[in-house]
């Protein structure tokens, strides 16, 4: 095999094009106007031929580093949560198609605001995308305030913020409405995280509302916060069920934290859904195949991720955006872990 390094010129001679043009293709230059039919052919040259840019030179040319920064609020998350990496793949993904790299910095590694201060201010990045942020996160409103390129997969609700959401209010009113169509009247909550969280706080408002359509409340005792894990969904349920044994129904802060509660139902001899339904949050690729399977709410963590670098490379081409606040809408899907309330 030659170890001849592939050339610009080499592309454009395969590709039936000037040297120049290679050079606004695979700069993605909006500076002239080229058919669809010109890229694809260029770019398809330069896949075949295995051509890498030299990033020095394309960085002068861009002003980028053609790098973005990733930050995940509790980095300890990835061990245990199982949304996450298809939200980070979702995002890697749009990265590698449009020549990015990402950089992942944990929020607490660095302490209070380190992560973005060891991204933005040692300019190694063009942009960058946090992900589950924390509602006050004084370091996350400096930088928006200052008009760094940030999108948020989750929401500090900020008003100028860029971020990618779900409307979570019309999906847990479906699943209310489902469960307490079944009969349900004492209904409890486990939270997936700590308050303090944007989406923990919004799914249990939403949830208290949502009942409170029905005539019904959501007890203080009746709810327990997880963290998390599963190991801390089993926690919460059996405290919860222990101290509140009438409850009927109980909602998951998400799939991870459902398997938990499964865990702890079937240990205090609660059988789903005859004794307790239990509704979870994500559609995880796992739910369908929990014993039973799990009733939950449908999200998209690939394209939540996908869409939010989408927003991040917009910006940082100076591409107007329609919305700088996309919500996604979920669905409820039933499955077998919910039922009929018993007498």
Do not use: C
Not at 274 to 282: E, T, V
């Amino acid at each position: 095999m030659s170890s001849t390094r592939v050339t610009s010129h080499d592309v454009a001679r395969r590709a039936g094009v000037s040297r120049a043009t290679v050079s606004l293709v695979l700069n993605r230059s909006e500076s002239v106007v080229l058919s669809k039919e010109t890229r694809e052919r260029v770019m398809q040259a330069a896949a075949e031929l295995g051509y890498k840019p030299n990033s020095a030179g394309r960085m002068l040319v861009s002003g980028l580093t053609e790098t973005i920064g990733l930050v995940v609020s509790d980095p300890s998350i990835l061990l245990v949560d199982q949304y996450i990496p298809q939200v980070l793949y979702g995002i890697e993904k749009a990265n590698r198609e449009m020549g990015f790299h990402v950089l992942v910095e944990g929020l607490e590694a660095h302490g209070k605001g380190g992560a973005y201060d060891n991204l933005v201010e040692s300019r190694r990045i063009d942009g960058l995308i946090v992900v589950n942020p924390r509602a006050g996160d004084e370091a996350l409103f400096a930088l928006i305030d200052k008009n760094f390129p940030v999108v948020l997969v989750g929401s500090v609700r900020h008003p100028s913020e860029m971020s990618v959401t779900f409307t979570t209010r019309e999906a847990i009113k479906a699943a209310v409405d489902h469960v307490v169509g079944l009969g349900h009247k004492r209904i409890g909550a486990i939270t997936f995280s700590p308050r303090g969280f944007v989406a923990t706080d919004a799914r249990l408002t939403a949830l208290e509302r949502s009942l409170q359509d029905h005539g019904l409340s959501l007890d203080k005792d009746a709810v327990e916060e997880g963290d998390f894990s599963a190991e801390s969904g089993y926690a919460a349920a059996t405290a919860l069920l222990r101290r509140r044994p009438d409850i009927t129904a109980l909602f998951a802060g998400n799939d991870t934290i459902a398997i938990g509660v499964l865990n702890a139902a079937q240990e205090q001899g609660r059988r789903v859904p005859d004794d307790l339904s239990i509704i979870g949050f994500d559609d995880l690729p796992f739910a369908p195949w929990l014993t039973p399977p799990l009733t939950t709410i449908k999200t998209d963590g690939v394209r939540q991720g996908t869409i939010a670098a989408q927003m991040l490379f917009a910006r940082l081409n100076h591409k107007p955006l329609e919305n700088k606040r996309v919500r996604l809408a979920p669905q409820l899907v039933v499955r077998h872990s919910t039922g009929p309330a018993r007498l």
